[in-house]
């Protein structure tokens, strides 16, 4: 198992905050870092749980992404396969 941590900014489209997300995946494959720095690099501004569908597309595996939005802790869990 392999897993990925990394830390990225957006916007949220409704207020115009930037949230500071925390992704985890968890891949028997391997992710390339450069392939998880640009997916989250492209991700300008967005609702969370649209964010964690986007990825979930982009890179697979296992993946929960966190944050916290006007104070309310978001966590966000995509299951592959």
């Keep these: 198992m392999n897993i990925y941590r990394h830390t990225f900014a957006a916007t949220c489209p409704s207020d115009g905050d930037t949230i500071i997300y925390s992704l985890e995946i968890r891949s028997l494959a391997v992710v390339m870092v450069e392939h998880i720095r640009t997916a989250t690099a492209l991700i ?27 104070g309310v802790e978001i966590e966000t869990v995509r299951l592959s396969g």
């Design 44 to 70: 300008k501004s967005g609702y969370h749980e649209r964010i964690a569908d986007d990825l979930a597309e982009r890179l697979g595996g296992d993946q929960t992404i966190k944050a916290v939005h006007q």
